[in-house]
């Protein structure tokens, strides 16, 4: 509407100067250099309107000329990236489907394409994984290190390899610079606090924790017994520098971080026990065995009546016992020391209670042995160790979870595979 009335306005506007053109036909008379040119006003008026727009069309010809190289180059260049980025784009859901082929082929097109290892590197860095090549997988890692978008993964990306060649102080170190990085990030903390566990490194490891806690970067549980882990882990190295009360310390520490982590407990009350405090030690192991009994807490309960004859040591050992009376540890331990002193009716009824719950190779070995010293029958004794052979549930032991080594001492790293804090009671 608005387009119609101006148009309509400037015809009648060159309608009106035609018309007054016509109505006032004036001369015009040039003269230049020699020349003289006579005409009349309309024709000058229509010579330069058309000079107008021969000049107008010249200057969009020239510019059309001029400016060609450059968008050439310049759709070129868009044209490029424009390929660039799908290269980039497929090669991503072709290394997310596990096409190792494709994912190469188009990570290097997208690597000449868009000219930029640092936008690039992820898909190189995938390709480069799922084919297996790991020293391009490295090179990749460390270029990504260089911009702080990718750097985080280039860093845990190294600490993979590094960990996969077993070099676990460099792994140690790469993951340490991720966990800086993003200190939540999955499963991060705990493969740099087993690293650093396995290393010995424990101030730096109750450094992660810390940050690890604040960042809730893991479960409260599995930091209480990484805490607990760590902190048996210095006070045996303190025990083997020869500074038992700073060993004792970190033994107590320990144990109020998991109240329920045996090693450290049975540790603490030895040392309590070596330092002339006796009661502590009992009340500890007492504690302890009420809520989850093991052997080395009997063996430290035991340790603290030295010298005492066979009764007085039944009567320490029931005393524990009490505490937990269900427990076929107790019950194995309590006719080791009934048998000692003789009292053989109370060892057989230890022993078949412990058969029934657990019954090991240990507990037919002790049934033959009542058998034997109590009534000399040795036919019913030979009856209890070829059950063993046939009827006997392995003996409970520390069993590595990473590598399934079995050993009868606590360690805080595995001695088969060196892993941190994967010996379990089972
Ligand atoms: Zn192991």
Not at 6 to 31: K, M, Q, S, Y
Not at 201 to 209: F, G, H, P
Not at 261 to 268: E, Q, T, W
Not at 338 to 358: C, D, F, N, V, Y
């Amino acid at each position: 509407m608005r387009r119609l009335l101006a148009f309509l306005l400037l015809t009648g506007v060159a309608v009106a100067g035609a018309v007054w053109l016509a109505d006032h036909p004036g001369e015009v008379t040039i003269r230049w250099q020699g020349w003289r040119i006579d005409t009349t006003v309309p024709v000058l008026l229509a010579f330069l309107a058309v000079l107008l727009v021969a000049l107008s069309v010249l200057n969009r010809l020239v510019r059309t000329v001029f400016g060609a190289p450059g968008r050439w180059f310049e759709s070129r260049r868009v044209g490029r990236q424009h390929k660039g980025y799908a290269a980039l784009a497929d090669g991503l859901a072709a290394a997310a489907s596990g096409d190792a082929l494709r994912a190469g082929k188009l990570a290097r097109k997208a690597d000449r394409l868009l000219r930029d290892p640092a936008v690039t590197g992820l898909l190189t860095a995938q390709a480069a994984q799922l084919s297996g090549d790991d020293d391009q997988l490295r090179d990749r890692y460390r270029t990504m290190i260089g911009r702080k978008e990718t750097a985080f993964l280039g860093h845990k990306g190294l600490a993979e390899l590094a960990l996969k060649s077993g070099d676990r102080d460099s792994a140690r170190a790469e993951a340490g610079q991720a966990f800086l990085l993003q200190p939540g990030a999955e499963g991060l903390a705990g493969m740099l606090l087993d690293l650093q566990v396995e290393a010995g490194a424990w101030a730096e490891a109750e450094q992660v924790l810390r940050t690890a806690r604040r960042r809730n970067a893991l479960p409260v549980a599995d930091l209480a017994r990484r805490r607990a882990l760590i902190l048996l882990g210095r006070a045996e190295e303190a025990l083997r520098a020869g500074n038992e009360a700073q060993a004792l310390d970190w033994a107590l520490d320990a144990r109020d971080a998991d109240p329920l982590f045996i090693p450290a407990i049975a540790l603490a009350a030895d040392l309590l026990r070596r330092r002339g405090k006796g009661r502590k030690a009992a009340s500890l192991l007492k504690a302890a065995f009420k809520a989850a009994p093991h052997p080395l807490l009997i063996a430290g309960w035991q340790a603290l009546g030295e010298g005492e004859n066979a009764l007085e040591r039944v009567k320490r050992v029931q005393e524990l016992v009490q505490a937990n009376p269900a427990s076929p540890d107790g019950h194995v331990a309590l006719a080791e020391v009934s048998l000692a002193a003789q009292l053989w009716g109370q060892a057989r009824t230890h022993l078949l209670k412990a058969l029934e719950q657990r019954p090991t190779r240990a507990v037919f070995q002790l049934l033959a042995r009542v058998e034997r010293e109590e009534r000399k029958d040795e036919a019913a004794a030979t009856a209890w160790v070829l059950r063993s052979g046939t009827d006997s549930v392995p003996e409970p032991s520390w069993t590595c979870g990473g590598c399934g080594h079995h050993t009868p001492d606590f360690a805080v790293s595995c001695p088969a595979c060196g892993a941190a804090g994967r010996l379990e009671w089972t």
